[in-house]
């Protein structure tokens, strides 16, 4: 079953705006991870949040975990055009090292 | 650049044929490797763990005879497609297993093999 759930499914945004998506999930988790995919292509590694870490930050990425709600958030300030993609959070359970399972995705559109 | 190589890109092939996809762990000797199966716009769905040196892991309702995975060497894993049919048709995507310690750490995608069954 899906582990991630992601909200919005679909975000369309001006550039410089911010975008924000949230993550749910259903188990016990070691970490979180965001990723980035360009229509076709492979995923892009973006932040990995750990399940005793509660903020973190990557460039203009802001990332926060609240396990007790079981639920994640990706913010992306001041987008660009470049950031026109679709993301997803992973989880790596606690109880099946190594194997992550992927949300349904939200399709992010930055438009000039 | 890349870490994990992942080939051919796109591969089209008639109904029936069977495909191989290769996954090349690049900078690191890896004795697990994770595949995946993306159907549009969906998300990635895990396959099956491949081992190097014994059997691969399914997931539950991934057919086993279906897709052949090895994992012959530190460094290569291949997923082949047998008797491929139209339904076949997805992105497929190789991970490498991560260096972390305590948990996976940052992980390596390969670029995806788009495979197209006529």
């Known amino acids: 079953s899906q582990q991630g759930e992601e909200d919005p499914q679909a975000l369309s945004i001006q550039e410089g705006e911010n975008a924000t998506m949230n993550c749910s999930y259903k188990?016990?988790?070691?970490?979180l991870q965001w990723y980035r995919q360009n229509s076709g292509r492979g995923l892009v590694h973006l932040i990995l949040?750990?399940?005793?870490?509660r903020e973190k930050h990557s460039g203009r990425l802001r990332v926060t975990l609240d396990t007790s709600k079981k639920s994640s958030s990706l913010l992306i300030t001041a987008s660009r055009a470049a950031d026109t993609a679709s993301y997803f959070c992973?989880?790596?359970?606690?109880?099946?090292?190594?194997?992550?399972?992927f949300g349904a995705g939200t399709q992010v559109v930055v438009t000039p | 650049g890349a870490v994990v190589s992942q080939h051919p890109s796109r591969v089209i092939c008639k109904s029936g044929t069977s495909v191989k996809i290769e996954c090349r762990s690049l900078?690191?000797?890896?004795?697990?490797m994770f595949w995946y199966r993306q159907f549009p716009k969906q998300s990635l769905m895990l396959m099956a763990t491949s081992n190097e040196g014994s059997k691969a892991t399914y997931e539950q309702g991934v057919e086993k005879d279906k897709f052949l995975i090895n994992h012959a060497s530190l460094t290569l894993s291949t997923l082949t497609v047998t008797s491929a049919h139209p339904e076949d048709s997805s992105f497929y995507i190789c991970?490498?297993?991560?260096?972390?310690?305590?948990?996976?750490?940052?992980?390596?995608f390969g670029e995806g093999s788009r495979l197209t069954v006529l």
């Open positions: 991970r490498d297993p991560g260096r972390g310690g305590r948990d996976t750490g940052e992980l390596f």
């Open positions: 949040i750990r399940s005793n870490e």
């Open positions: 900078d690191f000797q890896a004795t697990t």
């Open positions: 188990t016990s988790i070691n970490n």
């Open positions: 992973a989880t790596e359970r606690t109880d099946s090292w190594g194997k992550l399972q």
